[in-house]
């Protein structure tokens, strides 16, 4: 068994972190689920991280919780004990949403149920055509909404298609996948990395405050209750920002036909 759940490595302001469990599909267990909360908590006082990408090691993204994990074991367990275990794992897609950087998911093989919902809770996802995505646990004698799916799904996709994704428990697969919104790229599996290398790269052109305003704000924005209350916050993001000196490099770089030279200032 690999020592390291989650490998974590740093390219030009980019956390690549890996899921290292590769014998087990990634499956989730106390090990892992802990190291994925942890570094996405922490990610919310990083200022040297600006984009992260989530990938995983072997066949399969993530076959979700890891049924035969001690941590997780179900049987003789009480009441206050599973809702533990529930909050623990749910904290991760917390912590996924409140952290101010993007974070773009890259997917091979089966993404079940709580892999599911890390590509869900992420930003931006890249799927390698091999990739098959499943709520599932409405196959195991549970609600089919888990993990945030409820809430994340319909917001992708519509209601009509994630109320048959978490009704039925089915795969949708790459292709269905970029037809309804779920992803934003198609690719052949020896090319996700690249595919997700130049997307940094676009990324990287904004200045730090930029990425992590927009993030709020699509956040935001998805539940806001009304028209008025997501400009309200726009408006505010870029008084603020218009502001800063790098507003003043991004204009004059603009004019200019150069590159910005953003400090983050």
């Known amino acids: ?17 890996c899921l290292n469990r590769p014998e087990v599909s990634n499956a989730l267990n106390g090990a892992l689920t802990d190291s994925l909360y942890n570094y996405f908590n922490e990610l919310r006082n990083n200022k040297s ?15 979700g919780l890891d049924l035969k994990a ?19 794992i749910g904290d991760i897609f917390r912590a996924m949403r409140r952290c101010p950087q993007p974070i773009v998911c890259l997917l091979q093989g089966a993404a079940v149920g709580g892999g599911f919902s890390l590509a ?38 519509g209601v009509s ?29 020896e090319n996700l990395e690249s595919a997700a290398q130049k997307l940094c790269t676009e990324l990287l052109q904004a200045t730090r405050m930029g990425l992590n305003l927009t993030k709020e704000a699509l956040n935001f924005g998805i539940d806001a209750p009304s028209l008025e209350a997501a400009m309200a916050q726009e408006d505010r993001h870029q008084v603020m920002l218009s502001m800063s000196k790098d507003a003043i490099e991004g204009i004059s770089s603009f004019n200019e036909k150069r590159s910005p030279k953003y400090q983050d200032k």
């Open 161 to 189: 298609i994630a109320s048959e994704l978490l009704l039925t428990g089915k795969f949708i697969n790459a292709n269905k996948s970029l037809k309804c919104g779920l992803v934003s790229e198609v690719v052949n599996e």
């Open 120 to 157: 869900l809770a992420s930003d931006i996802r890249i799927a390698a055509e091999s990739s098959r995505m499943s709520a599932a646990y409405i196959k195991i004698g549970l609600s089919g909404a888990d993990m945030g799916s409820s809430y994340f799904l319909p917001r992708l996709v």
């Open 70 to 88: 001690k941590d997780f074991e179900i049987s003789e367990r009480t009441v206050s004990e599973t809702w533990s275990v529930q909050r623990r």
């Open 49 to 63: 991280v600006r984009v992260v990408v989530l990938q995983a090691k072997g066949r399969n993204f993530c076959a």
């Open 1 to 17: 068994m690999n020592e390291t759940p989650l490998i974590i490595s740093t390219r030009d302001d980019v956390d690549w972190i």
